[in-house]
């Protein structure tokens, strides 16, 4: 039953080779120098050794790193976010023409299959000892287990159609951890903190790591540090990440003023923008990713908000300063507001307590101008501001608005 | 995404998008049993569908290959891609492809003896349990490939572990190349946790090679180098400029050791196991050794009387041998000195008729007993270094230079005890045993030739016989031989015959710990020993014999303490050179701590010499004068010195990839060696290269080319070409990188490198067959600069991506390394194993 079928499978097995290598950047040949004086006893021996070696830098010989290129030695780690590329070869090992041969390079990921191949046409013939050439690229855009699979077809002299295929498996890992924190400051600005980690195995130079925001901000980079023409970056001279360090990069985004003015309509889950990472590895091998939408959740302000429009950053002791106070109602429905003022151990409200403010309707806000003194000095909470909605009966509560710093005057005009 | 979960305030690990998670939407035909290949029309299909049930896969060629091949040893350090071939499908159409899973099984056994054609070399093997896993989700909705590759991992281990064990040793001898076993033997059932299954395998492997050295040659203690593949390769190929693309992830770590980064538990297997076997040298010429017995009585006490020969007649008017062999501690087996001046090796393990009698504890030396010993081979050896340690020239002529050359710092408490001796004339002065370097071979020979034992393996003992090579027995005893060994690359030899020289000083196998005398000559024999076994990468046999010498700060190790033989002369007797070496040596240990701080306390030696100097100061800073032209040379040499010790520690840097500190290091140097400059500049812009900034490297690439024209050599220097060349590297613009290396062609068209790199070139532009063809050209014209293991190495890897037949050429390569090249040859660039 089967010995025929032996000879012909064996047959067809022999004439085409398939051949996959993949092409990671070269790398440069490091040699070790050994090196002796004149008067040791090798002489000039180890000298001449080292002249005669052609991996050694002419000249500086005991430089390490030298420039002879070698081919990658194995398989590697492949990053998401890489560019996987591969060397595809076919080539006849009989001693036979071949006919109309179609190679077929595929990646199988998790999710979906890919074809890679430049060309899907067929080569109409192939000489014995010649071969077809592919090189071939694709950024990978998922984690875990992918497979190549690189199917070769052809027709042999005798007619018979043959075939068989070749599967490459390797696994892409994740190359970075980022993550991230909001901070929210008394404007309506928001502080994004990102640590992003490597966590290959080898150092990476982070070419590119900017905030690309969504449409209702505006972004500011605070990753350099403005010394005269040219900002120098926060990470020193050399932007490169070890294996395993972590930096924080840190964004300053302002909502840009048409959405700023409806200061109730920030609320909840807002997307900020997404980050995009452009990094590069060993000779310019390159790897970008974006994460997902950043998001987040603006901070509560309940029904009636209470800002800051203006305070002094540092007031006189016992001496009366103004502030002002900006009033929101961010609830639904129109309110009729009571302020009243209590003092605490340093601050003294000036003015009478229990003042009405009248009606305040959804979304409105009014300007609210206040004046207080502080009996203690440094850095004082300003505290004690109570409004009471009339129509609800409900009191909400406002402590620890801002912070002032109070001096002495005196002492510093003796001194 | 998960709009629901972005609390502000704590820190959130995010999604890389990217990662899409869609979920499998396949056209992929149902998968079905076998009928639904049946009604396939070509008669050929059908036929061929059936042949997936079984050894249908075994042709001809393949029978003769399917003896397993390659060493245990082989496999674990090969990370093989798994390339499994899996289905001759009976229709075009391959994602139709249904095959019956037990045929397919089955099929797959076979196809492990295909002599097969990846060249990825990575399995990730022992990933494999977790990728089982993975395979089983995909098996429900994915293409039946999938659940087929699944379905063999799990297989194939059975199926192959049982006969590893007894098939080690064949493997060790056969030939072949078997790629796909190799991945599959890897994950034998009891390795499923990578961790504790792998170290096994490889232990086993390692018994198995070295019970296979031992049978060959009896007792002789033979480093096991050779037994292929116990090298990790990587390893040997490149120290570890390379590990940005090699290196693994942690998690792999454990199980792929072998490849890439050196540790010195990887590189355990290449230590030369010691073994007494010296005495067998000495009693198989039919004699004892009495040597072995007086220092087995003196070694008893901790502390060594040394006293001044001179105690009794200063200035002594003995004959320079005599002294000489007094100093040595008279451990050396005095053969008579043979008539032609050249030494045999039986002269060295030749009778000693003097030293019979055990001397007492305690007792002073005062009259050296072997005073009337006849004159040794070694001291006839010296005369041929020009050296000098004949204490009357020395004396005569204590020379400017030496003082200049042998300058060194000792530590305090060294100091100290050199100037008792120098100042006790008629006292005792008493060291402790332990302050003194007691050196000794600590394993015997590294004998062999990889290249011949790989042509033994291939082409068998016929081809084998052409290949020739000096060894330690066919050239003089002596440094003139030595040197013949180096020049020649034989650095196997080379160690071997430092090892029997040193054995002659007294300082032989076994040795270590027993109290011997240092002289010039010895601690030159030990520099090159030691340098030459770095060269080989032996650096646990290295540092071994490195360690008696502790931190090369011991009293013996200056000429101080040697007054009667080297009266009036100063300063180390450790060469600079060794120096260097000792401090660079913990680097490639995987302990570039410790060789960072030796090399800064060599700084800091080097540095103070140098102030001395600029003080109008002799080197170690007393007030001798010195004429202009000393001063001048003196500070010379320790200007170079001192530049030799920085580019150590630049280098050992950037070993630690610690990339600030190595880029400010090789800056500073340009200050000691400006000539170098353009050579700095451009390393340190291939660092920069190397780490992915490219254009930092630009910018230190334009100083280059500044520099270069400051020099004014008017054409454009080779070297800006070479770093344009890079540049289009790292922007992925292979064709112009080509071209640039073309050009450097143009001006140097015997460049090796830009030779080299044009051809890699070529391979990234998908031109392989060009790309070779310039290779092998080059290394057939010019073998001399081309047969570089960089070359070969680049040159095999192309062979396994063309064809099939790349072993028959790479045997080729191999033959003409035989004709050329030395025992000291890496035969691992030619992976034939």
Redesign the interface.
Known sequence: LTSQQYSVKSFAMSFIKHLVMRLTKPTLFTNMPVTCEDRDLPGDLFGRLMKEDPSTIKGAEALMLGEMLTLPQNFGNIFLGETFSSYISVHNDSTQEVKDILVKADLQTSSQRLNLSASNNTVTELKPESCIDDVIHHEVKEIGTHILVCAVSYTTQAGEKLYFRKFFKFQVLKPLDVKTKFYNAETDEVFLEAQIQNITTSPMFMEKVSLEPSMMYNVTELNTVETGDEGTSTFGKMSYLQPMDTRQYLYCLKPKSEFAEKAGVIKGVTVIGKLDIVWKTNLGEKGRLQTSQLQRMAPGYGDVRLSLEMIPDTVNLEEPFDITCKITNCSERTMDLVLEMCNTRSIHWCGVSGRQLGKVSPSASLSLPLKLLSSVQGLQSISGLRLTDTFLKRTYEYDDIAQVCVVCPYMSRES | ?D??E?????????????????????SEAPISPLPSLLPSS?V??Q??S??LG?????????DSHSTPSESLMDKLN??M?????????PN?S?EDDVVPMDNLLEQFEEREEEPA????????VE?EEE?EE??D??IGQD?T??KI?AAMMQTSPVASSPEEPENVKQKLTTDDQDVITVSVSAVTPEDSTPSSGSPKPEAAALEASSKETTSKDESIPVCTIFSQGSQP??QA??????????????SFSSSTGG?TEITPSQLAPLVCQPSPSLSKFFSDSGHVNPATDFFDSFTTSSFISISNPNAESPKSAAPPERQLSASSGSSLSTSGLTESGILTPSSFIGPTQTEATPRPLQQAPVEPAPATAPPQPFTQLQAV?S?GDDPFATALNMSE?DKR?DAWLPSEETRKVLISMATQHYSQVFVERERLAMPGLKFDNLQGDAVKDLMVRLMGEQAAMKRQVLTANSVEQS?LG??QL??T?NWRAAVDLTGRLLTAHGQGYGKAGQPSSHNT?SL??W??RL?LL??L?LFQNAEMELEPFGNLDQPDLYYEYYPTVYPGRRGSMV???MR??HAELPQ?LGKPQESLDRLHSMRTVCQTILDNLEQGLAEDGSMINLTQENRQASLQLWKSRLS?VM??M??CL??M?D??LA?ET?HSIVQY?P??K???L??IG??F??????K?AEKYFLDVEKASLEKGSGTIDTCVL?NRA?IY????NYSEAHSSFAEVLKIDPKN??AN??AA?CL???????ESLRQLEGLVQQDP???L?E??L??LT??Y??????STQKKQALLESVACREGDSFNTQCLKLV
Not at chain 2, 81 to 89: A, F, N, P, T
Not at chain 2, 117 to 124: D, G, H, N, S
Request: hydrophobic share 40%; net charge negative.
């Open positions: 995404m709009n629901n972005t609390p502000a305030q704590r820190p959130v690990t995010l999604d890389i998008t990217g990662a899409v998670e869609v979920k499998p939407s396949l070509d050929h299909f036929e061929e059936i042949d079984g050894e249908s896969f075994i042709t001809p060629e393949e090969d990370q891609m798994e390339s499994v071939m899996i289905s001759d499908s075009n391959e054609a990846a060249v990825f070399k990575e399995t990730l990933e990728v993975k395979m989700d995909l293409t490939e999938i590759e390769k990587a190929l490149v120290p570890d400029g390379f590990q940005p693309t090699l290196i693994k992830s942690p490849s270094f050296g230079a050359y440094f030595l040197k180096i020049s690359k000559d030159q024999l520099f090159v340098a770095t060269k990468s060469p600079f050179s260097v070496l490639y030799r580019y150590a630049a280098n950037l070993m990839k990339y600030v880029v090789y060696e000539q170098q353009v050579q700095l451009s390393g291939r660092i290269l190397q780490i992915g900034d490219i930092t070479m890079f590297l790292s922007q992925n090796p490198v080299n790199n890699v391979l990234y532009l998908g031109r392989l067959k001399a600069l081309y570089h960089s070359v190495f680049n890897t192309m396994e991506l063309e064809s099939s037949r």
